[in-house]
């Protein structure tokens, strides 16, 4: 049957143009493929939005929100100026600390080679212990300086870097060469070099690369050798051996245990094919120490720890073993949770008197403990016209304060100037472990340094100091006191040593060889008695030195070793608040989880105005089964637990509650539970939980 037959059987017009499709052509735009996704929009940021984000202050406005913008920004220009000064000073002590390993393992590295090591691998053992990073500043030193020398570079392998053999090279050649050229150097390597093409695991990549840079020494460090496989560490090292005569390879280990151990832990054939030198960090605590004693000790400082901030650091330090650089961090969030919660931080900027002239500024002043304290100490000594004004008058208490801020500075300083001259004393008095400045500033922060035992103990054994010694504390008091006293003693003690310098050391007549015991017989009856010998000249012009001594340390030391607590504004400058900085750096989240689901309106907000102490339907359905499994033995049966919880709801729903709601908030909060590790399901029967957490554990 034909077409037209068809169309006229059914009906069909025989019209071809009715058929005809309809095309929409629409050409492709410009620099564009037909199959590319459209470029996406820069998002560009209007002026207003510009301005916003210039205006926003660091930290908020305090004293209720109404501080002034100048005081906020004041607070924050203080807080940068004076950490970043404190910053400088800790970089200071960190490079003079690691100064001394440098220079050693640096002259090792250079004097060093496999013909001096009678062909052994040249190795250098450093031991680092509990300071950890203090590695990673060496190698970093170290690479600056073999760079800029151009004699060679420093490689840092990881153990993780070292799954097998074939990766481990390949680490180590790409490192060796981004080193120095970064990875478009390293592609140009690989794709300009001449001669067949090469694995990336190839060493022959490294000897032509070692020879086109002329490198003398390729140093392989190892931070963490005690983490590489035995078996490994022994194959990669017999492939350096074999390779020394083309390249110069040096190998660093780093050890936190022992060489002992670590030798141990590898095979013979291994140990043979080293020869080296150990060299040792310096330990953390040491470093530690240095940082808080340059920090509060220093002439210029204007903000201290206190005794609970100070406790707290070395604590977290002795307990996890931290390093230098997480000390420092924990000292800046100090400084910084200081400035940013406390209103009166804006005195430390010395500002003018139209940035104090806050009403409720003054108003917190007068808040103060210690400015209560001042008011008393004013009204005992007669001065009831001052304490008054600084009652009373804003302007004039604006006027006083800055005084009183920089003479009770200036006493703060003197007092941890009185810390470093007991420290120094201690290191000629005494024998057994000698307190480090923490320790003492510990309790002159708590005023407790003066009537302690250790500066009794001092006194007492000062007194029998010799000539020598006495000698030797003065030079070192001289460089710590500022006293025209020390000097002029200092003075008379050398010109009577150069009179009696043939005679040896003096000695004083509290010195236990300067008694003598005297025998008498009394009726029948012998007695003893101790009685002080015959003094020289000498012996008399040195105990009299050393009594002046003594007087002017005992003088010095009860002016300057104050209680802080007792100074006027010492909530300006002095930080002490042991929470936010044990919060942070020692949190304790399961314990808060714990409060949260006990006592769940702790944190939220309750609609009713009688507090609830007891399990609610209005509290989260995962706090009411929490606190109704606290109720349960070590295995909750889920029938049980399930009508608690739909007894809890019953209970305070008059009008019955719904099952299926009910139902969907016990299961969700179950699924809740058990993503706290706080439930899981028994083995030992199936329609039971089992207990596996108990609350203060």
């Known amino acids: 049957m034909d077409t037209d037959g068809l169309n006229d059987a059914l009906g069909l017009s025989n019209d071809k143009s009715q058929t005809l499709g309809a095309y929409i052509y629409q050409p492709p735009k410009h620099g564009k493929s037909t199959g590319e996704r459209p470029s996406k929009r820069r998002k560009v940021l209007s002026t207003t939005s510009r301005d916003k984000r210039a205006d926003r202050q660091h930290f908020v406005p305090l004293l209720n929100g109404d501080e002034k913008a100048e005081s906020v920004q004041l607070r924050y220009d203080t807080y940068q100026e004076l950490w970043s000064k404190q ?58 300086q073999l760079i800029s020398t151009e004699e060679g570079s420093v490689v840092v392998l ?9 990766t481990t090279l390949k680490n180590i050649i790409r490192a060796t060469v981004t080193n120095t050229d970064g990875n478009d150097g390293y592609q140009k390597f690989l794709i300009d070099r001449a001669g067949p093409r090469l694995l990336g695991y190839d060493l022959d ?115 996890y073993f931290q390093s230098p650089e997480a000390f420092s961090r924990m000292v800046k969030y100090a400084y910084m949770s200081h400035f940013f919660a406390n209103p009166l931080a804006v005195l430390l900027a010395n500002p003018d008197s139209t940035v104090l002239t806050q009403s409720k500024l003054c108003k917190a002043i007068r808040n103060l403990p210690s400015f209560r304290m001042l008011c008393e100490d004013l009204i005992e000594e007669g001065f009831t016209k001052q304490a008054r004004d600084m009652l009373e008058d804003d302007e004039y208490l604006i006027q006083e304060t800055p005084k009183y801020l920089d003479a009770n500075q200036q006493r703060m300083q003197k007092m941890f100037q009185a810390v470093r001259v007991v420290h120094a004393c201690l290191q000629y008095t005494q024998s057994a472990k000698k307190p480090n400045v923490s320790d003492l500033s510990v309790r002159a922060l708590s005023g407790e340094l003066p009537e302690s035992t250790i500066v009794e103990e001092m006194f007492a054994t000062a007194k ?59 009726q029948q009856r012998i007695r003893l008695s101790k009685g002080q010998a015959d003094l020289s000249e000498q012996a008399v012009e040195y105990t009299n030195i050393v009594d002046r001594v003594i007087a002017l340390l005992q003088v010095h030391l009860t002016e300057t070793l104050i209680n802080p607590q007792n100074l006027f504004l010492h909530e300006a400058f002095l930080f002490d608040l042991r929470n936010p900085l044990k919060e942070t750096f020692a949190p304790r989240p399961r314990f808060a989880t714990e409060r949260a689901l006990a006592t769940p309106f702790d944190y939220l907000l309750s609609s009713s105005d009688i507090t609830m102490t007891g399990v609610s339907a209005k509290q989260p359905a995962t706090a009411v089964l929490y606190q109704l499994y606290l109720d349960s033995g070590a295995l909750v049966n889920v029938h049980d637990l399930w009508q608690a919880f739909y007894g809890v709801f019953e209970t305070e729903e008059a009008g019955g509650c719904d099952d299926r709601v009910v139902m969907s908030l016990f299961y969700g909060a179950l699924s809740e539970l058990k993503a706290f590790g706080v439930i899981k399901n028994s083995r030992k029967k199936t329609d039971h939980l089992a207990k596996s957490a108990w609350m203060g554990l």
């Open 205 to 319: 990549l490294l000897h032509d690369y070692v020879q086109r840079k002329g490198t003398k020494k390729l140093v392989l460090a190892l931070r963490d050798s005690e983490a590489f496989d035995p078996g490994l560490l022994t194959d990669l090292l017999s492939l350096f051996k074999s390779w020394l005569d083309r390249i110069p390879f040096t190998v660093l280990l780093g050890i936190s245990t022992s060489v002992e151990l670590f030798e141990g832990r590898l095979p013979r054939s291994c140990v043979a094919l080293l020869q080296g030198k150990h060299f040792e960090v310096q330990e953390a605590g040491n470093c530690v120490n240095r940082i808080y004693e340059t920090i509060q000790a220093d002439l210029n400082t204007s903000l201290w720890l206190g005794r609970n901030v100070t406790s707290t650091l070395f604590e977290n330090t002795s307990d």
């Open 464 to 522: 029998t100091l010799d000539s020598d010694k006495l000698d030797k504390l003065l030079v070192r008091l001289q460089g710590i006191m500022i006293s025209p006293e020390v000097d002029a003693i200092q003075e008379e003690l050398s010109t009577l040593l150069d009179r009696c310098s043939e005679s040896g050391p003096l000695r004083s007549g509290y010195n236990i060889n300067s008694t003598v015991t005297k025998t008498t017989v009394v």
């Open 158 to 166: 990881e153990s993780g870097d070292a799954p097998n053999l074939k």
């Open 87 to 144: 910053e400088n000073k800790i970089q200071d002590i960190l490079e003079d600390v690691d100064s001394g390993v440098l220079m050693d393992v640096l002259s090792f590295i250079r004097s060093t080679s496999p013909q001096t090591c009678n062909g052994c691998i040249p190795t250098a053992l450093v031991t680092v212990g509990s300071n950890v990073s203090s590695l990673s500043r060496l190698l970093s030193r170290l690479n600056g």
